[in-house]
């Protein structure tokens, strides 16, 4: 009990305050530190083995439906950043600029590139022709650099770790069935990995991508209620093609422009992970994208066979599972805390009674449960205790949403709703006017998340305005 | 016969200017493109998909040592950069600086990573303090920016992407036995992989890394008789530790500095494939790395049932190997000359008269060779042939490199050596002094490459100065 007690002290509580929660939560469970420049992290090897399972399983999925990965340069020219003019007055704010080379200073300022669309451009510029050449479907893995002013780790940095994709088709139809393939993808990976049930819709014209025609995004919500933007699909239109001259002599033989796609998901998932499942004990990690889903913990490892019986566990479960041990010479009570602050899915206690019974100790990270297993039973209940771990986090994920989700037809409901267990998703209609929604967001503080695809109609007119309603709107306040 | 004379068109031949057919090469292969800025590459999906076969090799050798990834930053501040002298004054003339945030100018200029020992050595000092801390094994997998005056693709680029290890000990032997140990990793992933023989040593103090101790290096010889450094592992003694206060307390209550290694290992060695084993039809890629292993090429493909036959072919090859599928309406030679100068180890033609017999022809990128296949025995003859051809590819690279490699008792010698054939490897003693190896430099444009682990005592004196000899030294011209 005091031990538990210790780390009580350790972390701040979620309902005291979620954001010191945050990054208590961190730090404390080694996932990341901060860089020497102001905004920049440092992703430490349990974090960075999280982004990795996250990135095969994704780089998997992306490579099944046809794409290629690709490497394309950090640095872009001003004048290129400057062809598609919506990009740039999205971007420019926010990009850190080259302008020295060793002594020399540069004839012209470099930007560090904050996504690659123009890089992408003027190289498929010249490598398609015709419509042979399509599509052409790439990817890149990479660093991307966003001067932001308030930063915090994972969620908004000045540096983070994504894949971008860039697809370039012959017609409007395939460009537009790529866009949603892309977020079905994504919300795939969040929902059947990460354990995140997602919204899936269109942003507004206020809130989607510069350069974009239109913004697939997924949704998700955090514990405390507010939305994290999870991925996001857009569908780029010829605009980019016509800036930058991206054309193919057609079946017809006319000479056309390319339809384009972008997408990108970033390391700011880890961040959904510690806010959707994480508890005041720390970091819940979903088994499926563990580093680690099975620790040993030998009790009483002095005696006689304990630890013999405990790395013969770990050499036999090994073979299905990511297995871990921990033989160090510091109190049980201590590694228990460790591990659950860690996040790991389940640990295994081995001490000299158990082995008297042929029989270990099974305890699920998530919800405290123990239960004591026969050891010809080990791995069967392995299996079925990571699997019912994965699919419960989910289902308290999306309860957890479902009860922060409301419905209100005038702007008494909305604000109503959002005071209520401190935010969460607000369903309202809007007539569709950029006025409408700038004043709901200065009122309220909440964005407008998403149209979503499955679209109900709650009432006839806008709950701002009160004027004809055109959409069902996702609102919530936002990360 | 005209289909070959067609490439033979295409590119320069090695023999008339290697450098414009290393060039060809990487452009007809479709490794590279450049990028906007001068000196940067895009690394294609084909060149692409080699840097993701090396990577995962090295990675996971890199794992099975013992280390960790993680992810630092990519911008330095610049007094961090300075905090170890010696560091500062090697690469201070080839990093690019950041200046501005948006549109507010910095306080202090950034440096965009050049390499990131500052980077881990501020993070080694927060997180080290006690000998239970260590050892710690780190490794990233990053894009690093070196503002080259001379660029050449893959070999000299603006930016390029790697992995850095850089490890903490506790003891000067330990650090010293974990230099070695990387520089054998290294060693192993060309030769086993990459089908190029190494040379294994120190670098003079000419040579050695900007702040360290000593450097370990692997050596390679390119068709031309060229060296290529491939691979280099660090002792960094305590100076980074002691600039940067990395102490711990030891195990007898003494608070002790940290002894450190870096090591390093680039897409460079996608160069090294292309100019150890290419020739004048393209590229010849070592299986083990090979996107594709295997290219099946339909002959009078509209012929009823043989697409169907390919395509049965692929499927059940698809188990045991990479193997790739052309069914596209060009012309058989187009093919042919395609898949031979992107260096796909193995071909197998396959059309109506080969049905009939039950066999395929199978064709070797590297010989030429040509053989009738029963399809009884396709699997186990392409899995005989890769290995030949993997070996055979190091057996041609090891001859070439033996034959190229001369003894040099004087410096009349050591010039003949180095006009003959055009280059090579020069074994000659050496004093030792700074001003012998500049003088050579200087007189012959040879560099020493390293002082072999292996060494011969060739004479007594310097091969310069006539003075006592100290060590062994191979010279060469390099890229």
New interface residues.
Partial sequence: MSKKKQFVEEITSMDQDFAKWYTDVVKKADLV?Y???RG??????YG??I??NIRDVLDKKIKDTGH??????????ES?LQKEKDHIEGF????????????EELAE??C?RPTSEV?FC??YK??IHSYRDLPKL?NQW??V?R?EKTTRPFLRS??F?WQEGHTCHATKTEAEEETYKMLEVYASVCEDYLAIPVLKGKKTEKEKFAGADFTLTIESMMHDGKALQSGTSHYLGTGFAEAFGIQYTDQDGELKHVHQTSWGFTTRLIGAIIMVHGDDRGLVVPPKVAPTQVMIVPIAQHKEGVLDKAYELKEQLSNQFRVGIDASDKMPGWKFNEYEMKGIPLRIEIGPKDIEKNQAVLVRRDTGEKVFVDLNDLESEITSTLEDIQQELFQKALNNRETKTSVAINMGEFEDALTRDGGGFVKAMWCGKLECEEKIKEETGATSRCIPFEEDKLADNCVSCNEQAKHLVYWGKAY
């Fill in positions: 530190d860089g020497p420049v920049s992290m440092i992703i430490r090897p960075y083995a982004w990795e290629e990965n690709v490497y394309m340069p950090l640095f872009i020219p290129l420019a704010p926010e990009v850190a600029w080259v302008t020295h080379g060793g002594s300022r470099l560090v890089l003027e190289h010249d490598i790439y990479s660093n650099v001067w000045l540096e770790l």
